[in-house]
């Protein structure tokens, strides 16, 4: 069997029903360092009917971590599948382009999608842009989803920017979640390890 016979069966499994075999498609085809691998799968993402394929493309993408396929994935915030929007935001994570900042943000201030804007404070978390710090203020006072303000505190000491600390600090003496609490310290010792580090 031929290269070509091999990308197109692992192709074909992206649609696979079973979940093993599909995410053992995606971890092979993101161990393969071949740029065509990448053209395709930004193709499918764009035009395969499959949501099951189209969510396979996003989290090979994300394991590839190529900027390449921001553009792309970003467009897939928009899908009309939610479970693609997911693995999409997922991946923009995982790729770390501060292309994806704004995007992000946006799906963070609807109010639809709890899983997806979960996922879109853990990933801005990682991407690390300061520029997100102010509209990640704003969502944890008003935030009611216990689990994005979990997301969006550990964002905040993944940014490491002390101006987030009041906010934390507030946290600590107002609340009564206990596993908010302990991540709002976790994000203050990080934001103070940080800025150890960088003075």
């Given amino acids: 069997m ?6 197109d069966k692992l192709f074909a499994e992206l649609g696979n029903q079973d979940i093993k075999e599909r995410s053992k498609a995606v971890d092979v085809l993101a161990s393969i360092d071949n740029k065509k691998i990448l053209s395709h799968l930004i193709s499918f993402l764009i035009s395969d009917s499959s949501r099951i394929v189209r969510e396979g493309a996003c989290k090979t993408l994300g394991k590839i971590g190529d900027k390449q396929a921001t553009d ?3 467009l897939a915030l928009n899908d009309s599948e939610e ?29 639809d999608d709890p899983l997806v804007r979960s996922e879109a404070a853990k990933a801005l978390g990682l991407i690390g842009d300061p ?11 008003k935030e009611e989803d ?18 987030a600390k009041k906010a934390l600090e507030k946290i600590i003496k107002d ?23 960088a003075g």
Avoid: C, M, W
């Fill in 2 to 7: 031929n290269d070509s016979d091999t990308f």
């Fill in 72 to 74: 792309t994935l970003i």
């Fill in 83 to 111: 479970s693609v929007r997911y693995q999409a935001t997922i991946a923009l994570g995982h790729i770390g382009d501060t292309k994806a900042v704004n995007p992000l943000l946006s799906i963070l201030k609807r109010k």
């Fill in 131 to 141: 520029s997100a710090l102010k509209i990640l203020l704003n969502i944890l006072k």
């Fill in 146 to 163: 216990r689990f994005i303000k979990y997301h969006v505190v550990t964002s905040l000491g993944s940014i490491g920017e002390p101006k």
């Fill in 175 to 197: 609340e009564s979640d206990d596993r908010l609490i302990l991540r709002s310290r976790e994000a203050l010792e990080k934001i103070d390890k940080n800025n150890i580090v």
